[in-house]
């Protein structure tokens, strides 16, 4: 029983002293290739395969990378903000949802998504939409792999003196 004792405080010793891992924008797994969305229909989950990710530069191999923030207004959810990596082109890429609940009960809003780089302290890829009832929109690439950064989304009912506003994780 000692020798066991002894055998399992050794490996935890030595497992101990491996470096973790860190994190970079873009690494982790991708995306199963059979996984991939085979559609071009725009989901709450982000398809760069959609036609207005398509139409905003989005390269189609784009995953989400890091978690999702969320844009709360009166203490309900009404949008989702994440941050997508594509391989492929070297970019990363803002996505704003808006949810069907807020779609719902409200005409028209605005709406801003882009990449927050920390390092520069700015927004890059930053698009914006003045009166517009959508659901997905994706910011323009960004350049920004290289960098620690977060997906930045906000959303503005018309009448609404203030956007709301979310950040998805911070990547480095």
Known sequence: ?????????????ALALLPAA???????????KQRKAASTAPSAA????????????????AYEIGTAGYIVRDGQR???VKQFYSPSCGENYGYLWVW?????SHG???VSVGVY??????FVGKRTWLNTNGKEYWSNPADTTSECTAA???????????????????RC
């Open 1 to 13: 029983m000692r020798a066991r004792k002894t055998a399992i405080a050794a490996t935890a010793c």
């Open 22 to 32: 860190s994190a970079v924008a873009g690494t982790g797994p991708a995306p199963d």
């Open 46 to 61: 982000g398809n760069p395969l959609s036609a207005r990710a398509q139409a905003a530069g989005v390269c189609t191999d």
């Open 78 to 80: 009404i949008g989702s």
């Open 100 to 104: 069907q609940s807020f779609r719902a």
């Open 108 to 110: 028209d809003y605005y």
């Open 117 to 122: 780089s920390y390092s520069r302290d700015e």
């Open 152 to 170: 930045v989304g906000s959303l503005r009912a018309a009448g609404d003196p203030l956007a709301g506003q979310a950040a998805s994780s911070k």
